[in-house]
């Protein structure tokens, strides 16, 4: 058994522990539970003797912690899962803390094998997980066989079938009539594990009541009925003072009547119920609002860069911070087609790469406009169009072409686009493609020109008058070899780059090499 009476801790001008009195009965899973700052481990310190209290006492079994001949065999404790010299092994850890009281070599390899480490006991402890750590703390605190267990986070860090373990674990110490203490902010896992609860906040005590009693007052007497005839329900109800609340598809919330009242009633009028169940709130639900006054560390509403999303919620809502105005003829994102700016709106625009075309957009670099969004360089001319994303232009026709710019493989088979096409920017000069068949003479085949590296520059049109959405005629054919000749052959197409292998690296490259991380045996 724990007690605490009228406990007080300062700090300086921060009083941690503010008058608190509790007792932790035996044979009980008590939940000691608080917010950040609410004195926790403060209290915890208190009890063990590692801090002195200002002012107040405590107990364990009868007689302050500090005059114990062998602590260890009257309180186990877990403070602090990595509290342990990192160089040593497991073993070696509790055969040294076994030794200051005694105990069996025997006793410690039964709860290395108990919390699941018996595989890595001889490995250094720096290189545990927090679960495993949290498991060699638990075998500490068990090493005396102690009548007492107080535990500050225990499930930190451990994995369901770990949290599910710890959990029986206690609850079958507290079975055999032993004092368990348990701090946690898991409310859930609380809520399963815990008897009785303990709620403190900014050093003060708010609740000390059994879990079981502390939900059903907060939640009140509530009980929740599906049927086909809750129209009828509801009017008896109604004619009894209760109060009845329609909770849609044919469900009723009822106050102030049990479930076996109700079901009682059922059986009598004929009433058929598809669903009878006491409804409660949750240990989480009650504990916020309990600590909602005493909380220490408030977070804003609405984090910094976060809107609410529908419903209230801010998870996965971003808002970027305001940018600078748009230039003209400039939307933002997500703007109508053919829209135009207005006047300034968002961030500085990214440079272009090379020189303007009258009727055609500049293909330079993106830079960040409105909302984080990415937008493309301003255009040349007064009237250009609203900017296409990029490695695309709009033509007049209507249809998004695909632009020749760096990197750009032509496909294999189909008709190149014209040079010269208004919204339309290629790499390479490119013949004209009629919109007719054109047949071409020559029966032998055109030996291609070295392939040089695509430019971003755009390349102005041809001085060949502009294409016209007219059909035109097929080209002589003395005009047709040359025109053949001038035609850029189409690339292969590209084979997928698959990464190198370091085996599989050229002569004098430089392999990185694999981090490895060597186990130390004793």
Do not use: C
Not at 261 to 274: P, T
Not at 304 to 324: H, L, Q
Not at 406 to 417: A, C, L, M, R
């Amino acid at each position: 058994m724990i007690d605490a009476t009228e406990l007080t801790k300062r700090f300086g001008a921060k009083v941690a522990v503010d008058n608190l009195s509790f007792s932790v009965r035996s044979g009980v899973v008590t939940g000691f539970l608080g917010p950040n700052g609410a004195g926790k481990s403060t209290t915890i310190r208190l009890i063990l003797g590692l801090d002195r209290a200002n002012q107040g006492h405590t107990a364990v079994n009868g007689r302050s912690y500090v005059m114990s001949r062998a602590p260890m065999t009257e309180v186990g404790a877990l403070l602090e899962a990595k509290a342990v010299h990192p160089g040593r092994t497991a073993r070696n850890h509790m055969r040294a803390l076994a030794a200051t009281h005694g105990i069996p070599l025997k006793r410690v390899d039964e709860l290395l094998e108990m919390v699941g480490l018996a595989q890595v006991a001889r490995k250094r402890v720096g290189g545990y997980s927090l679960g495993m750590s949290q498991r060699l703390g638990l075998a500490t605190a068990l090493l005396g066989d102690p009548q007492t267990l107080i535990l500050d986070e225990p499930v930190n860090g451990l994995d369901p079938e770990g949290v599910a373990w710890v959990r029986g674990l206690v609850r079958s110490l507290a079975a055999q009539g032993r004092t368990v203490f348990i701090s946690s902010h898991l409310m859930s896992e609380m809520a399963l594990t815990a008897d009785h609860v303990i709620i403190v906040g900014r050093g003060r005590l708010i609740v000390d009541a059994p879990m079981s009693d502390l939900i059903t007052q907060a939640s009140g007497l509530v009980t929740k009925v599906r049927s086909p005839n809750a129209s009828e329900i509801v009017e008896t109800v109604i004619r009894s003072g209760r109060t009845v609340k329609n909770a849609g598809d044919g469900t009723i919330q009822i106050y102030g009547l049990t479930a076996e009242a109700i079901g009682e009633e059922a059986v009598r009028r004929g009433w058929h119920l598809h669903e009878l169940t006491p409804m409660q709130r949750s240990l989480e639900d009650i504990y916020l609002e309990l600590t909602n006054s005493a909380l220490e560390f408030h977070a804003a509403a609405t984090p910094a860069g976060m809107v609410a999303a529908p419903g209230g919620s801010t998870a996965g809502a971003m808002r970027a911070a305001p940018g600078p105005a748009l230039p003209p003829g400039m939307m933002p994102p997500g703007a109508p087609p053919g829209a135009r700016s207005a006047g300034p709106s968002a961030g500085p625009a990214g440079p272009t790469t090379g020189p303007a075309t009258p009727g055609v957009p500049t293909a330079g670099p993106t830079a960040p406009g409105v909302g984080g969004a990415m937008r493309t360089a301003p255009t040349a001319g007064p009237t250009a169009p609203t900017a296409a994303p990029a490695g695309l232009a709009t033509g007049p026709a209507g249809p998004t072409t695909q632009v020749q710019g760096p990197g750009f493989v032509p496909p294999v088979s189909g008709s190149v686009p014209p040079v010269g096409t208004p919204g339309l920017a290629a790499s390479a000069p490119v013949a004209t493609v009629p919109t007719t068949p054109v047949t071409t003479v020559p029966t032998t085949p055109v030996v291609p020109a070295p392939a040089s590296p695509v430019s971003a520059t755009p390349v102005a049109p041809a001085p060949a008058s502009p294409v016209s959405a007219t059909p035109v005629a097929p080209a002589p054919a003395s005009l047709a070899p040359a025109a053949a000749a001038t035609a850029a052959p189409a690339a292969p197409t590209p084979l997928p780059l698959v990464p190198v292998p370091p085996s599989a690296a050229p002569p004098g490259a430089a392999v990185p090499e694999v981090p490895r991380r060597a186990w130390m045996e004793e």
